[in-house]
Nanobody, 127 residues
């Protein structure tokens, strides 16, 4: 049974940094897309970064490009999201989701395509 668990959320001031972790159990990630989503109050859930764990290919939404970095630790079956230059509009619940795919070209920000989800971790950025 595949399980996904996020950690690392918290409260920071604008301009600060946080690193989120997404640990997956019950499978190895070498043929999985792992995507970070976030959902702010009153807004739809949006994908912000993904990685294809088999190749390390990554992709970012424009709003986080250059500020956030997604990476992997295969030994720990964990995906990280290093977030820098945080701003109040980054405040949201951050979710990790994963789905098995043949290669990176099948990864996406489509929440309906994800197979396994974590419960989320809150990130709050204050001025």
């Amino acid at each position: 049974q595949v399980q996904v668990m996020e950690s690392g959320g918290g409260s920071v001031q604008a301009g600060g940094s946080l690193r989120l972790s997404c640990t997956v159990s019950g499978t190895t990630l070498n043929r999985y897309c792992v995507t970070w989503f976030r959902q702010a109050p009153g807004r739809e859930r949006e994908g912000i970064a993904y990685i294809y764990a088999g190749s390390g290919d990554t992709y970012y939404r424009d709003s986080v490009q250059g500020r956030f970095t997604i990476s992997q630790d295969n030994a720990k079956n964990t995906i990280y999201l290093q977030m820098g230059g945080l701003q109040p509009w980054d405040t949201a619940i951050y979710y990790c989701a994963t789905v098995p795919k043949g290669d990176a070209s099948w990864c996406s920000f489509d929440a309906h395509d994800m197979a396994y989800w974590g419960k989320g971790t809150q990130v709050t950025v204050s001025t």
